[in-house]
């Protein structure tokens, strides 16, 4: 068993410790925004925030992650879709097929809590997801927008 603080909510899953935290959140917890792609790190759909740092979730043995540790999922990065980084988002129609979407969005706002004005090369350099669908000049373009800048 072990014990989970997700989006402030603490679980108690039944896993074992070598369970990806990507399942537990999906399959145990039913919280389905953050996405399975690759399943070996190298995407980013499943990226979520763990003591606020962006992780890939697919990798993440359950086991490492203590009771003490807060875990932050797509759903729980603002209740109303508000948080700055959706917003832009939203507004730039940044998403094509959206599947990337969640974990480019967790992506982003762990770059801007960490760097609130990044420039492009901050930009570039943080934002190591893969979108199949190539929107990363809308994805630039929002987050310097969620920043309070223009691209």
């Given at each position: 068993?072990?014990?989970?603080?997700?989006?402030?909510?603490?679980?108690?899953?039944?896993?074992?410790?070598?369970?990806?935290?990507?399942?537990?959140?999906?399959?145990?917890?039913?919280?389905?925004?953050?996405?399975?792609?690759?399943?070996?790190?190298?995407?980013?759909?499943?990226?979520?925030?763990?003591?606020?740092?962006?992780?890939?979730?697919?990798?993440?043995?359950?086991?490492?992650?203590?009771a003490?540790?807060?875990?932050?999922?797509?759903?729980?990065?603002?209740?109303?879709?508000?948080?700055?980084?959706?917003?832009?988002?939203?507004?730039?129609?940044?998403?094509?097929c959206?599947?990337?979407?969640?974990?480019?969005?967790?992506?982003?706002?762990?770059?801007?809590?960490?760097?609130?004005?990044?420039?492009?090369?901050?930009?570039?350099?943080?934002?190591?997801?893969?979108?199949?669908?190539?929107?990363?000049?809308r994805?630039?373009?929002?987050?310097?927008?969620?920043?309070?800048?223009?691209?």
């Amino acid at each position: 068993m072990a014990k989970l603080n997700i989006n402030g909510q603490v679980r108690d899953v039944q896993v074992e410790a070598d369970t990806p935290l990507l399942w537990v959140i999906r399959e145990q917890v039913g919280l389905t925004g953050t996405k399975y792609g690759c399943g070996v790190a190298q995407c980013g759909a499943c990226s979520v925030h763990l003591n606020g740092q962006v992780v890939r979730s697919c990798i993440l043995p359950v086991g490492s992650v203590k009771a003490t540790d807060k875990i932050v999922t797509i759903e729980g990065l603002s209740a109303n879709r508000s948080h700055p980084v959706q917003k832009a988002w939203a507004a730039l129609d940044v998403p094509q097929c959206g599947y990337c979407q969640s974990g480019q969005i967790m992506a982003a706002a762990a770059l801007l809590a960490r760097k609130p004005r990044p420039t492009d090369r901050d930009i570039d350099d943080a934002m190591t997801n893969i979108c199949r669908c190539g929107t990363y000049q809308r994805i630039r373009a929002a987050v310097h927008q969620a920043a309070g800048k223009q691209a």
